[in-house]
């Protein structure tokens, strides 16, 4: 008698990263335990061959029994002084904003037992630290309990909250109702009529890929001319980060189906704009813009409250997720949920683990307070 076949795992550079199997990789992201569509296979792709290309990307991959991708875990080498252990940093850039790692709902326990192991063997560095990391995921528990097994140990810093759509009320009216102030929704319906009285006004929402590479530039465009351009924050303020914006959210040919751009048009103009991205059924909303000559008008609220009546007619997702790491976002009052967030460190269960989690707190308070006493 023969036992079942072990799961097997291998530690990638950035070349075995890009040979993976790419229609294994776009199941995984579609089907992972916590959705994640910033670890899918386009959107990391885009950062290795722009923002990224110098980071020296590493993964730990699992495979099945049946040979096919079940986990991803991307990290970088790094060394955090005074701290003399090397550090498994997952992958995060700008524009990565959340650190769930890939893991298939299928065999779930399995896969980050492996994981766990390729780290305990010494295939992986016996620190890891992952931002945007959801607190209140079952994965977390899962992770915990398997560490516990292995003489590793977890902690949480820099806790914050995350605005999210719950997607549980009974409707647009419950919504409005029980979640959106009513100065707030006043505003925003007179607004919505008076851009309604302005011309052709329209809600839109693409996917088709030639199309959205159109509002693609349309949005770049958009965000170069506000605030954002002014302080060389947009995409096009930079070369390398418009080229990221367009291979993460159009993608290439062969390559796209990631993204969905949500407009406000006004005689065919897009006045106001979101970039969402999915590969489960969580929509993450990390990019925005509008027209700022329209300000008075609010046409970025407007947006917001007509992509929550799109959500309950036709409930194309099961819930959004802002994808923001600050407090402050265009839907707080608007959206229903907050998500408790935060770095999740796993390491030895000793000292080590302890003293570098709160180093990590600690520096991150310290140059919270740095950029209070620089704005006085």
Same mark, same amino acid.
């Given at each position: ?193 008076? =851009?309604? /009285? ?7 929402? %693409?996917?088709? #890929? +030639?199309?959205? *590479?159109?509002? @693609? ?116 009052? =608007?959206? /229903? ?7 999740? %460190?796993?390491? #030895? +269960?000793?000292? *080590?683990?302890? @003293? ?21």
């Amino acid at each position: 008698m023969h036992g079942k076949p072990a799961y097997t795992s291998a530690v990638l550079d950035c070349a075995g990263i890009r040979a993976l199997d790419a229609a294994d990789w776009e199941t995984l992201a579609a089907n992972a335990m916590a959705d994640n569509p910033f670890y899918a296979r386009q959107y990391v792709l885009a950062g290795l061959d722009t923002i990224d290309k110098r980071a020296n990307l590493m993964a730990v991959a699992v495979w099945n029994t049946q040979g096919q991708l079940a986990g991803l875990f991307p990290f970088r080498h790094r060394i955090f002084p005074p701290f003399p252990w090397p550090v498994a940093q997952g992958a995060e850039n700008l524009y990565q904003l959340s650190g769930m790692p890939l893991v298939a709902r299928e065999g779930a326990r399995e896969i980050v037992a492996v994981w766990l192991d390729a780290i305990t063997a010494r295939r992986a560095p016996g620190l890891w630290t992952m931002a945007n990391f959801d607190a209140d995921h079952p994965l977390r528990g899962m992770i915990e309990d398997a560490a516990a097994t292995r003489g590793l140990t977890t902690r949480l810093v820099v806790p914050y909250l995350r605005p999210y759509f719950t997607g549980q009320l009974a409707g647009l009216d419950a919504h409005a109702t029980e979640v959106i102030a009513k100065n707030r929704l006043k505003d925003i319906q007179r607004n919505l009529r008076r =851009l309604r /009285d302005m011309g052709d006004f329209a809600f839109e929402r %693409i996917r088709e #890929p +030639a199309t959205l *590479r159109e509002r @693609l530039e349309q949005f770049l465009a958009l965000e170069q001319a506000g605030w954002k351009g002014e302080r060389g924050t947009a995409f096009l303020s930079d070369d390398l980060h418009a080229d990221f914006a367009r291979r993460a959210f159009a993608g290439i040919a062969g390559n796209e189906g990631l993204t969905v751009i949500d407009s406000l048009l006004l005689d065919g103009r897009p006045i106001a704009m979101s970039i969402n991205i999915t590969k489960g059924r969580t929509a993450f909303t990390p990019k925005c813009t509008y027209d700022e000559s329209l300000r008075k008008y609010g046409p970025g609220m407007v947006l917001e409250y007509l992509v929550i009546e799109r959500f309950y007619a036709e409930r194309e997702f099961a819930d959004m997720d802002a994808a923001t790491t600050s407090g402050g976002h265009v839907v707080l009052g =608007l959206w /229903d949920g907050r998500k408790a967030m935060g770095r999740l %460190i796993l390491g #030895p +269960a000793d000292w *080590r683990t302890d @003293l570098f989690a709160k180093g990590w707190q600690a520096a991150y308070e310290g140059k919270q307070r740095l950029k209070k006493l620089l704005k006085r």
